[in-house]
């Protein structure tokens, strides 16, 4: 099993579709890289804390290779907007990648210099070592499953996509 930490805006809909990922072992809404100790929601909101809503997801890189995952990552969120997706806005929504394994920075700098690749405005998603993780409160977890019609920037069209995707074989 493998860990990565994602940060894509409001963290209901990204802890959705991450979960929905055949691989993905588990998917946990937290709080990520912040400055402070034990932050709940109402602390992180503030924007004061150094803490984006992030979704740690634990994976089998047999099934879900880290590459896939962050291409599927890179289709929910807008990859060019700092501090904001969706209706959310501020710096505890910016994007971004967040890892432990120091053998998945050169990858995740590989994806990033492909993604840039796609796009004429620069990528603004933050890459680096997770320096702090606080699970949040456990009305969070599972909250669109929870509540259906939550608000949630990422389209339903893909959830079922990431609920079928494979990774390419090379």
Same mark, same amino acid.
């Given at each position: 099993?493998?860990?990565?930490?994602?940060?894509?805006?409001?963290?209901?809909?990204?802890?959705?579709?991450?979960?929905?990922?055949?691989?993905?072992?588990?998917?946990?809404?937290?709080?990520?890289?912040?400055?402070?100790?034990?932050?709940?929601?109402?602390?992180?909101?503030?924007?004061?804390?150094?803490?984006?809503? +992030?979704?740690?997801?634990?994976?089998? @890189?047999?099934?879900? @290779?880290?590459?896939?995952?962050?291409?599927?990552?890179?289709?929910?969120?807008?990859?060019?907007?700092?501090?904001?997706?969706?209706?959310?806005? =501020? +710096?505890?929504?910016?994007? =971004?990648?967040?890892? +432990?394994?120091?053998?998945?920075?050169?990858?995740?700098?590989?994806?990033?210099?492909?993604?840039?690749?796609?796009?004429?405005?620069?990528?603004?998603?933050?890459?680096?070592?997770?320096?702090?993780? +606080?699970?949040?409160?456990?009305?969070?977890?599972?909250?669109?499953?929870?509540?259906?019609?939550?608000?949630?920037?990422?389209?339903?069209?893909?959830?079922?996509?990431?609920?079928?995707?494979?990774?390419?074989?090379?």
């Amino acid at each position: 099993m493998a860990t990565i930490y994602l940060a894509g805006g409001c963290f209901w809909g990204v802890e959705k579709y991450m979960s929905l990922v055949n691989g993905v072992i588990q998917a946990e809404s937290g709080y990520a890289n912040g400055t402070t100790d034990s932050p709940s929601y109402q602390d992180v909101t503030t924007g004061r804390t150094g803490y984006t809503e +992030t979704v740690r997801v634990d994976y089998d @890189p047999e099934v879900a @290779p880290l590459p896939f995952l962050l291409d599927l990552f890179y289709e929910a969120i807008d990859p060019t907007t700092l501090n904001r997706q969706g209706n959310d806005v =501020g +710096t505890q929504y910016r994007s =971004g990648i967040y890892y +432990t394994d120091p053998a998945d920075g050169p990858i995740i700098g590989r994806s990033l210099a492909e993604l840039q690749e796609r796009y004429d405005e620069p990528i603004v998603i933050e890459a680096g070592p997770l320096t702090g993780y +606080t699970p949040a409160e456990e009305y969070h977890q599972d909250y669109l499953d929870k509540n259906p019609g939550g608000y949630c920037h990422i389209s339903r069209d893909l959830f079922e996509k990431a609920a079928s995707a494979v990774p390419d074989s090379e």
